[in-house]
Each structure stands twice: as C-alpha cells, then as structure tokens.
C-alpha cells in the first residue's frame, strides 16, 4: 500500500485515487474508508463513486468543480482517516455444497495443492473474508482465501459457468451471480441468488460485507433451495448486521 | 380502424404521465435498442451506465422537439426499421444520416417532422455515421429500470425487457399536453450538424498509466499510427486494430482490474487498444489515455473499417473544449424556445 494515495485522471470527469500496486486486504479496506469519508462530504459537483480492488474512481463535473482544491480536500480526508472509521458492513453466511457434480473442480484443487478433498473444504470454511464486487451486480469477489487453496484459473475459460457456482481463481474465491462465461476453478454452489431485481435486499453481499461459508449436504441444499425459490423465503436470515 | 391503447406510465413520476402507443415495429432493423442519458450511481454494484452512444445527436433531437434533454429515444445502429405510426406525432431523427423515409418520400435529417397516424416510417442503410437516434415528442416509454430506460442486455433490464427491438413491438411514447405547434418543422442550423469522418481526429487525456508503455514502441505509435475499426466493435467496445502498442518490457501485462469511463483506451498484452464504451465497467489492461467527452460521439459514428488517429491535449484544454460546448448547447436551447428558428417544411 503507498503511504498517501496517488491521484490519476481517467479523462476530462473522472479521477482514480490509487492506494497500492496490488491486490491486498489492507489496500481494499483503506478505499472502503475513503469511499465512506467522501461520501460523507456530499460535496456538490462529485457525482459517483465506484470502488474497485485498489482504486476509487471518482466522476466529477468539471464545470462546479476545481481538481486542486478537491485533491486538498481528498489529502486531508485521507490524512484524518482513523482505522476506527468504522465500516457499515454485513455479516453474511453462505451454505454451499461442495463438490459433486456442483463443484467438478474440486479434485484438481485438491491435487494441485497435494490435499484431500475434505481438506480443502475445510480450509475454504476456515476463514471470514472481505467482500469486493466484481463487474457483475452481486458477485463478490473475497478476499482472505488460504495461501494452501491459491489455484491458478483455467488455461481456456468454460463458456458458461452455472448460476450461484463457488470458485477459487489464483487468490481469490467467489460467488457466481450470473450463468456466464469464466475461468475460475469450480468447487461447489449455494442454494441461495446472489442478485434478485425482485428481491430486497438485491444483492446478497455488498462491498466490504464480511462473508463466512457454511457446509450443507445435498438434503439441505435442496430444502434450502426449495424454500428460497418457491416460497421466497427472505434472504435476511443469512445476513446479520454487524 | 387501429384501436389505441392508453395506459398509465410505469415510471414513477410526481405528475401523472399518460403514454400511448406511438409506433408498430415492422421490421427492427439491424440492432433497434430503447436508450436515454444513461443508468448512473450504480457502477459501484457492478452497473454499467448503458444510454445513447452519441450524447450529442440525442440531446440535440430533444432539444428541437422541446423537451426534456433526458426523454428516452431509439437509438439505431447501421441499419435503421421499419415503423408504422399508430398515433400522431412529431420526430427528429438525428446521427447518422440512415436515408429515412415517411411513405417513401425521402425526409430530412435533424428536422422536427410531423408524423400522422398510418404512416410508414422507414429507415435504410447508412452511407455516413453508425448510428441514428429517432427522438419522439414526449420521448419513449418503457418501465425506468434503477433510475433509467436504457436497455442493457447482459442484465436483460431496460428497453422492451432489456432486448432490442423485434418485429410486433409496440412503442408508447408519453402524451404531451402542451401546444409546441412552433416547433413543427424546425431545422438544426447548419453550425450545430456534426461532420462524420474518416481518419477522425480524436484528443485524448494520457493516463492513468501512460507510464506502463514504452516511449517509442508504445507511446509514439499510439500517436503517429492510424488505427481502424474492427467488425468485433459493439455497445461494450470499440476494438481497435493498427500498430502494436508496447507495454515497457518491466511492466506487467495487467492490473488489477478497475473501473474507468467509457472512452478509456486500454492495451492489451497483444498491443491492439480497446476503447471501452457504454455498456462495460471496466477492465485489467493498462490504460494509455482517454478519449475526450466533447469527441466520444466522433468514434460512436465510426463503422468497422473508418479509422482514427489520436491527439493528446491537457485537461485545462479539454475543459474548455466542454465547457465551450455547453455555451453551444445553451445557444440552441434558446434559439429554439425564442422560436426564431427556421420552419423549412409544414
């Protein structure tokens, strides 16, 4: 992570605020608190803001704003960042069943990495991680995987993965929102919807939530499912606020 | 004898807005989708803004019409449908020139033109600019799907179930109350019409990572080249294809992917750049410059084999260049609501 964030133009009504070179929980969780922080400002002239890994991008009308004053404003806001500024995230706990048909990749994950299978599940179950959201509404991508699961993707990418598919790419774990092309290495899949139009809240998981895996068998995958496609059971029970 | 339907818009609206049925779709033409401004404040949950490709030509036409900068429209890629009227009405088609016709009879570009009841409104192939945007009194009506009627169709939302047009669609477009007799057949004036051409110049803002590439392989390519349009180019993207751009030799291939605005130009490892539009977040590739807003609809207009060439220019420029736009839009919008404008038909 830099020491104080870089700020790049992204064209003539956008800035990048850039906290790191990589990928890090440390650098996710400082745009996070800058993403709150500005928010708070509700400065006239900032229109969006979209976090990503390890950069903000920032929208701003060129016409009511002056770039150096903001850029002030955004050196002070970083500096009076406290690591206490808390976030509003969720808790968020999602089944899956592991393995089977509805996680084919699961034995190459495991031999890759010289585990069993039991171990790996294990291990996926082990952690709480940090939500960041991809470029599909609803798919997290976590940060906080196990040095012992990193497992590259897939040389080709599958055409289409299965809706709700849990897979590990590289160091990462997600959450498949959509049927959709991709390269992750697949190990399994929850009964409940990432994303629902019809559905409050919409997505499952927002960015910054804290998500935590719960193994179920195929019995209470199917009960599960049933409940929650059929009855419309609300999605609320997995998420508690933290 | 057509029996209309009227219903109650969807949208959620302080006034209550009544629309009706405006238009039967014959034939769809090439690729027909329902757009407007765009789908904001939702990129952060992976929501693309979607919305008409050329800002311009579509702020135009509803500008003539009157109305709101914002009324959805149709916006028509290469080769433009077949609609009848089912309601009278007033239109502006404006972008692209796709030859329109009412009843077979040619009708002019960026012109109100009053359409009756029964009328054939027919579009043909365009012989310059990519795509037309057909602005309808009252603008179209379709449900606002997260603050927006734009169609996105990898999220299947907005538009006519976030599709494009298909044959026995029926277009409602909001009643208007107001009499704007005035505006019937108003003309752009001729400053305010766009000139598509090829090689386009388009300015840029460098960056964010104009520091991955290579001076002379990389930088200075990407300025003294031309580069053409590929057929693989859609509302996500326009690729581009030229002289490998190269990424300095220390540099990685990728990053971590983020968002950036439709115009970012972005390098993959095989160094033929990507300008990303409206319908995609973002990307992994290093981005080597901007495309400017004032000269985003220039690449819009584009077809596959047209070619550009890129000039940098600084913000504080690229500024003013909007801000002198603005002044522009203004003039217009006075122009037309003085009602000084040219009536060249009716």
Not at chain 2, 152 to 163: T, Y
Not at chain 2, 304 to 318: C, N
Not at chain 2, 328 to 337: A, D, G, T
Request: glycine share 10%; with cysteine; aromatic share 8%.
């Amino acid at each position: 992570m830099y020491r104080q964030f870089k700020m790049l133009l992204c064209g003539d009504q956008a800035i990048s605020l850039e906290f790191g070179e990589g990928i890090s929980l440390e650098t996710g969780l400082r745009v996070q608190r800058m993403l709150h922080a500005i928010k708070e400002l509700k400065k006239p002239g900032i229109k969006e803001l979209v976090p990503c890994y390890r950069s903000l991008l920032i929208y701003y009308d060129p016409l009511l704003v002056d770039l150096k004053l903001l850029e002030e404003e955004f050196r002070r806001v970083e500096n009076n960042l406290s690591e206490n500024n808390v976030i509003q995230a969720k808790r968020v706990k999602i089944p899956v069943l592991y393995g089977g048909e509805f996680g084919p990749d699961i034995g190459y994950v495991a031999d890759y990495n010289g585990l069993s299978i039991d171990d790996v599940i294990d291990l996926h179950l082990k952690p709480v991680y940090i939500s960041f959201n991809g470029f599909d509404p609803g798919t997290p991508l976590l940060l906080g995987l196990p040095k012992e699961l990193h497992t590259p993707r897939l040389e080709t990418p599958r055409l289409s993965v299965p809706k709700s598919s849990v897979a590990i790419g590289g160091v990462q774990t997600c959450v498949y929102a959509y049927e959709r092309p991709g390269g992750w290495r697949i190990i399994g899949r929850t009964p409940l919807r990432m994303f629902d139009l019809e559905r409050k809240p919409q997505r499952l998981v927002d960015f910054g939530d804290q998500v935590r895996f719960v193994r179920i068998d195929e019995k209470e995958y199917f009960e599960i499912f049933d409940r929650v496609e059929r009855e419309k059971e609300p999605v609320s029970k997995y998420i508690e606020k933290s | 004898m057509i029996e209309l339907n009227v219903r109650k818009s969807q949208s959620l609206s302080i006034l209550k807005k009544v629309s009706i049925e405006t238009f039967l779709v014959i034939s769809p033409g090439w690729l027909t989708t329902v757009q407007d401004r765009g789908r904001f404040e939702h990129q952060g949950e992976g929501v693309p803004i979607s919305g008409v490709l050329d800002n311009y030509a579509y702020r135009v036409g509803n500008i003539l019409l009157g109305q709101s900068e914002d009324a959805a429209c149709l916006e028509i890629t290469f080769f433009g449908p077949k609609l009848e009227a089912l309601h009278d009405t007033l239109i502006v088609i404006c972008g692209a020139d796709t030859s329109p016709e009412l009843n077979g009879a040619k009708i002019p570009m960026w012109t109100v033109i009053t359409v009756r009841q029964g009328d054939i409104l027919a579009f043909n192939r365009s012989n310059n600019g990519c795509r037309s945007y057909l602005c309808v009194l009252g603008g179209i009506d379709v449900p606002e799907v997260m603050g927006s009627r734009s169609t996105f169709f990898r999220l299947k939302i907005g538009g006519l179930q976030g599709r494009g047009l298909v044959a026995g669609d029926r277009i409602f477009s909001f009643l208007i109350m107001n009499n704007i007799q005035n505006n019937k057949g108003i003309s752009l004036p001729k400053e305010f019409i766009p000139v598509y051409e090829s090689p386009a110049i388009i300015r840029v803002i460098w960056g964010p990572q104009d520091d991955y590439f290579d001076k002379k392989d990389g930088l200075k390519t990407f300025l003294e080249s031309k580069y053409r349009v590929s057929t693989e180019s859609n509302r996500e993207g326009i690729r581009l294809i030229g002289p490998p751009i190269k990424i300095k030799s220390d540099m990685p291939k990728s990053i971590p992917s983020e968002a950036f605005p439709r115009g970012g130009i972005q390098v993959p490892a095989g160094g033929q750049p990507i300008i990303i539009l409206n319908d995609s977040i973002g990307g992994g590739y290093a981005k080597i410059a901007h495309v400017i807003t004032s000269d985003l609809p220039k690449v819009v207009q584009l077809v596959p084999g047209d070619s550009m060439q890129f000039k940098p220019i600084t913000l504080p420029e690229a500024h003013e260049i909007l801000r002198e736009e603005e002044k522009k839009i203004s003039r217009l919008v006075k122009i037309v609501s003085n009602g000084t404008l040219m009536h060249t038909i009716d």
